[in-house]
């Protein structure tokens, strides 16, 4: 194993790695059929939508109910910006700031509550936000909801429109997951999980919990805004229906499905969120809310800790003939997986993650 | 002021329906320190349960106390084989295990009985009563009456009996509970058991109001999830009567405050608890938990 990691601890080679894997997935988006893309681009928006419910809640263990709320502010900044002809930029910075902002705003109260409390002032945002949607129609179009198609493949690019779409959700969304990844690795992160484990702690090291909860909370509205500029970019249409209560539930339980603080877990979540009820309502439609109960329990029963463990263990069963073998050969062949089981390099498995799950698709 | 008073007392019915859900809640927590969302729909299933049972001939009363029956030992499979394995475990995943539990019972429901909505007959008569110029139906003095009972028998459990003073216990520590000779265990069964069996009360009272369906108590139990923070984890009294204001603000809030109306009045139970939390983060009526640190 040390000639192993000291193989793949060298920097050309790490970084020839990460170009691999970059070249592969910029190259799925042409390989693959319209119906695979658009359920790849799917899986991206709401693993996006996961990964800032998981800084809240995996990282920092403030439960929140109300995550899918800011999705939904984003997507209805989106549409907004775009039916007026906004540059597509200013689109997804605004699309950013304003549930940023409104999540700072609730943050600031919330956050001085602890355990459930947060949890029940969080539930409201969805609660309300339905009604509030439908009320003000002048700008979300009311019950009927508001489409905007600004996500089309521009002449010169070439591509197919859902082909535009999938590079769109692989770009911003990418850039989230890798600037989240170094947000929960670094000193923040560190002061997340101290937050989590015990406030007294935290504070007597100078950490105030205050400051660090509504940090998250703002970071994670943020990335909820994000996740809504993406889902507008790939269904082109919402309405007050994408933030029920019930869509921010099984965002939660695809949280703790895929993962609880981890980024590959918010990949799994996402592909969960979304592949789940496609085939349990290709099953039977009317068993679907009984096979979803009954695979989201079992799934726990199997993997408490939520997929993610599964795929830790995947990725150890592949390292342990590497640690036998001492031929050069033989690391180069499984190079993909010792990459992905490497410690630091928590973003491959998640590339490991979407394909595995491209396979099952196509 | 015949509105007023009709308003009010309409209030009071609906603020009795979310109690006896959040009582259930409570019952729970205090027992095993969980909170469960699966209890609606617990509940709804105890509903179908009867409704089953009176459409094979059963007497109204004597169905609702079998389904309470089935419910207490249902409850109580529920906590042994399936919460047992969460308990010790990340508090995340156990609130995830409830909602899928949630899912699945509403799948079972829908899958036995159809979506489609079914009659449920009232235990008590329809008939209105003129009170102050407000008319009352029997049902919802009657619903009214046993809230306040059950409320009172609660109260008198959790702070009057052993049995209550040994489910408190192990819900704060199993491990010194154990210490001290209390079957763990048991007591544990015993608290899902009997939420379940007051689940099953509730939805024999909500069924006729609402007509039966899979998804019946999906809005009450976010009421009654409101009424719980609103009166405090620890004090049966305190979420029926957060129940009630819930209840009559809602309503008074619909008609008399142009802004808010009818669609918006949902927002009204979680502003007030935006205001009670920033004042008294452990609720109205609760007690603050101290934790050694």
């Not at chain 1, 050309?12 to 059929?33: C, E, K, Q, T, Y």
């Not at chain 1, 830790?312 to 990459?339: D, F, K, L, M, Y």
């Amino acid at each position: 194993m040390p000639l192993a990691s000291n193989f793949f601890s060298r920097p050309w080679v790490r970084w020839a790695a990460i170009a691999i894997v970059v070249v592969a997935v910029l190259a799925v988006p042409l390989g693959f059929s319209e119906y695979t893309n658009q359920n790849l681009a799917r899986i991206g928006v709401f693993a996006v939508a996961v990964l800032g419910l998981n800084v809240v809640m995996g990282y920092t263990g403030q439960v929140s109910l109300g995550q899918i709320f800011f999705v939904g502010v984003g997507a209805y900044v989106t549409a907004y910006g775009a039916t007026h002809g906004w540059n597509i930029i200013v689109v997804l910075v605004a699309s950013t700031i304003v549930p940023g902002v409104i999540g700072l705003l609730v943050a600031l109260a919330a956050a001085r509550l602890g355990g459930l409390a947060i949890a029940m002032v969080t539930i409201a945002l969805p609660i309300i936000g339905v009604p509030l949607a439908k009320r003000l129609s002048d700008y979300t179009g009311g019950s009927e909801g508001v489409s905007a198609s600004f996500s089309n493949a521009p002449g010169w690019s070439g591509l197919y429109n859902d082909q535009w779409q999938l590079y769109m959700v692989i770009v911003v969304g990418g850039a989230v997951f890798l600037l989240t990844r170094n947000l929960v690795r670094g000193k923040y992160g560190r002061a997340f999980a101290i937050v989590k484990s015990n406030e007294a702690v935290a504070a007597s090291m100078g950490i105030s919990p205050y400051r660090y909860k509504v940090m998250a909370f703002t970071v994670a509205s943020l990335i909820g805004g994000v996740s809504g500029f993406l889902y507008m970019a790939v269904i082109q249409f919402t309405s007050p229906e994408t933030m029920t209560f019930s869509h921010s539930i099984t965002l939660l339980a695809s949280m703790v499905i895929g993962g609880s603080a981890s980024i590959v877990g918010s990949l799994l979540g996402g592909a969960y969120y979304v592949l789940v009820p496609q085939w349990t309502n290709s099953i039977n439609p009317n068993l679907t809310e009984l096979l979803q109960g009954a695979i989201l329990l079992l799934t726990l029963f199997l993997f408490p800790g939520g997929l993610v463990t599964l795929a830790r263990e995947i990725t150890q069963r592949v390292r342990r003939p590497n640690r036998h073998s001492s031929g050069p050969e033989q690391q180069h062949t499984s190079a993909a997986e010792a990459v992905s089981s490497h410690g630091e390099a928590e973003q491959d498995p998640t590339v490991t993650g979407i394909s595995t799950e491209r396979q099952h698709k196509s | 002021m015949g509105q007023f008073i009709q308003l009010v007392i309409d209030g009071l019915s609906n603020g009795s329906i979310y109690a006896v859900l959040a009582l259930a809640i409570v019952l729970v927590n205090q027992a095993t320190g969980m909170v469960n969302f699966a209890q609606g729909g617990m509940a709804v299933l105890a509903a179908y349960l009867t409704w089953w049972m009176t459409e094979h001939g059963l007497p109204l009363l004597l169905a609702i106390l079998l389904s309470v029956l089935v419910s207490f030992v249902v409850g109580g499979l529920l906590e042994r084989f399936v919460i047992r394995r969460f308990e010790r475990g990340d508090p995340d995943t156990a609130v995830v295990v409830t909602i899928g539990l949630l899912t699945l019972i509403t799948g079972i429901c829908g899958w036995l009985w159809s979506y489609n909505n079914k009659q449920f007959p009232s235990l008590f008569s329809l008939h209105t009563v003129n009170i102050f110029g407000a008319a009352v139906s029997f049902r919802s003095i009657g619903t009214f009456l046993v809230i306040v009972a059950i409320m009172l028998a609660l109260q008198a459990l959790f702070l009057g009996t052993r049995f209550g003073l040994a489910l408190r216990a192990v819900a704060i520590n199993p491990d010194s509970a154990a210490l001290s000779g209390l079957p763990v265990g048991r007591l544990l069964m015993a608290g899902w058991g009997l939420a379940a069996a007051l689940g099953a009360v509730a939805g024999a009272l909500v069924a006729p109001q609402l007509t039966l369906t899979p998804g019946m108590m999906d809005e009450a139990l976010v009421y009654a999830l409101a009424a719980v923070i609103l009166g405090g984890l620890s004090s049966p009294i305190g979420v029926v009567l957060a129940a009630w204001m819930i209840g009559v603000l809602e309503n008074l809030a619909a008609v008399y405050v142009d802004f808010i109306g009818h669609d918006l009045s949902v927002a009204v139970p979680f502003f007030l608890i935006f205001v009670v939390l920033i004042v008294r983060p452990q609720g109205l009526f609760g007690r603050k938990a101290v934790v050694r640190v």
